[in-house]
């Protein structure tokens, strides 16, 4: 039976340190503060939103919504963003994502201040990704490698496979196991045989968002099994890619869906935010 990741009980330490960094700014004459945008109706990313307003409430970090209609044209969400770079009360930015059709996210992403960029998606912080010196801890990623680093799990030395490639999670997750020297292999919709590869995983990352696509005998025994996805079931529920009934039995560790990774990628978000306001009192 596989010792459960608890990603709720690991991410409430995190934002407790977070909560301390922020009362410690807060006696200085700063409130940290975090600005979400949120364009349209989709009903997965008003919970998302109304999550990160309660953890910003824990974590003694000023958090708003603005929320804008679903026909809101790039230019206003452009000229939002900017009235928020130009803020000095403002320290993190986020922009939920999915956007509506009509949305460069190229474009939004890029607009966003790198030094505000809470959720690493500008540019400039991708490429400080992909040379190891990132300015912000990509969030989903980084709260994985929190959780592996406290079950004491190093991944230097061990194959890590990761099944999707988005910019958001797949790649940087890529790239953050291999800066911890694991040999790493990236799967995606393209790859033939896929339980050809995640056999071979001593640390499987499943990011893809499809309910039951790993299944037991795609799991080498003994594996350390990440399940990022947050899949709807037909009765409502969420799940993840990985078939848990089938997984546990033989994994050594196992992220159960919801309880693993969600909790882990909201905190690192309070992190950056944090950080964010701490450079700026720095400045
Ligand atoms: P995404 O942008 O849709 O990317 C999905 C990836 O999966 C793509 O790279 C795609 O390959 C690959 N893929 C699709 N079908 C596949 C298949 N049959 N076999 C192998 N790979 C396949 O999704 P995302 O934004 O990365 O999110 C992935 C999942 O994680 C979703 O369920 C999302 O809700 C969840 N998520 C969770 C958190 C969290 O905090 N827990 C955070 C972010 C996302 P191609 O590139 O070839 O299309």
Do not use: W
Not at 7 to 21: F, M, N, Q
Not at 72 to 91: C, F, M, R, W, Y
Not at 167 to 172: A, E, L, N
Not at 237 to 245: E, I, R, T
């Amino acid at each position: 039976m596989a010792e459960i990741l608890n990603g709720i009980t690991t991410s409430k330490a995190i934002k407790s340190e977070v909560l301390a960094r922020a009362q410690a700014l807060r006696a200085k004459g700063t409130e940290p503060r975090l600005e979400v945008i949120l364009v349209g109706d989709d009903p997965a990313s008003a919970i998302y939103v109304k999550h990160k307003e309660k953890d910003c409430a824990e974590c003694g970090i000023k958090g708003s919504t603005r929320r804008l209609p679903a026909d809101t044209g790039q230019e206003k969400l452009l000229a939002l963003i900017a009235e928020l770079n130009a803020d000095p009360s403002v320290h993190g930015i986020l922009i939920q994502q999915p956007f509506p059709q009509g949305i460069d996210t190229f474009a939004v992403t890029g607009a966003v201040d790198p030094r505000k960029d809470v959720d690493a998606l500008h540019p400039e912080n991708v490429g400080l990704i992909a040379l190891d010196r990132p300015r912000f801890l990509p969030c989903t990623p980084a709260g994985v490698m929190a959780l592996l680093d406290t079950y004491g799990i190093n991944p230097k030395g061990l194959h890590c496979v990761v099944v999707g490639r988005s910019h958001i999670v797949g790649k940087p997750m890529a790239q953050l196991l291999l800066a911890r020297h694991a040999t790493v292999s990236i799967c995606h919709s393209r790859t033939p045989d896929l339980g050809a590869i995640t056999r071979q995983a001593d640390i499987l990352v499943s990011a893809v968002g499809r309910l039951g696509l790993i299944t037991g005998d795609m799991i080498k025994p003994g594996a350390v099994v990440i399940d990022v996805a947050m899949n709807k079931k037909p009765d409502g529920k969420l799940a993840g890619d990985v078939v848990f009934g089938e997984a546990e039995p033989l994994a050594a560790y196992i992220t159960p869906v919801p309880g693993g990774v969600g909790p882990m990628t909201r905190a690192i978000l309070m992190q950056n935010t944090i950080l964010a306001a701490e450079r700026c009192v720095e400045r």
